[in-house]
Nanobody
Framework: QVRLVESGGGLVQAGGSLRLSCVAS????????MGWYRQAPGKQRELVAA???????NYADSVKGRFTISRDNAKNTMYLQMNNLKPEDTAVYLC??????????????WGQGTQVTVSS
C-alpha cells in the first residue's frame, strides 16, 4: 500500500501559476507508475500528466506547454507545475500511484485531492 498526500492548491487568477505537491509514504522505486488527475464538478476524472515507463511523461493535450510534471525521488515527492492557468483548469487535482506486486493485478491508490480554482 501507499499513502498519498497532495498540497499546493488554491485560488488564482487566470494567467497565474501554482505548484502542486504529492508526497508518497513509500519510495518511488517501489511504485510502477504515478500521475496527476483532475475532476471538475459534473465531469469525469481525467488524466492531466503522468510518468509512464522509466522517466517518460505523458500530458493531456489541454495542458501541454503549460503544465510540467516532475519528481524528487529522494523526497518521495511528485510535483505539478501549472503555468498560464485558465478557468477551465478549475478542478480537484488528485495524485495517483499504481503498484504491481509479483504476478498480481495492478493496485491503484489515490490521494484526497487538492482544489484548484482559477478565476477569470
Amino acid at each position: 500500500q501507499v499513502r498519498l498526500v497532495e498540497s499546493g492548491g488554491g485560488l488564482v487568477q487566470a494567467g497565474g501559476s501554482l505548484r502542486l505537491s504529492c508526497v508518497a509514504s513509500r519510495s518511488f522505486f517501489s511504485i510502477n507508475a504515478m500521475g496527476w488527475y483532475r475532476q471538475a464538478p459534473g465531469k469525469q476524472r481525467e488524466l492531466v500528466a503522468a510518468f509512464t515507463s522509466g522517466s517518460q511523461t505523458n500530458y493531456a493535450d489541454s495542458v501541454k506547454g503549460r503544465f510540467t510534471i516532475s519528481r524528487d525521488n529522494a523526497k518521495n515527492t511528485m510535483y505539478l507545475q501549472m503555468n498560464n492557468l485558465k478557468p477551465e483548469d478549475t478542478a480537484v487535482y488528485l495524485c495517483n500511484a499504481v503498484i504491481v506486486v509479483g504476478a498480481g493485478p495492478p493496485q491503484s491508490y489515490w490521494g484526497q485531492g487538492t482544489q484548484v480554482t482559477v478565476s477569470s
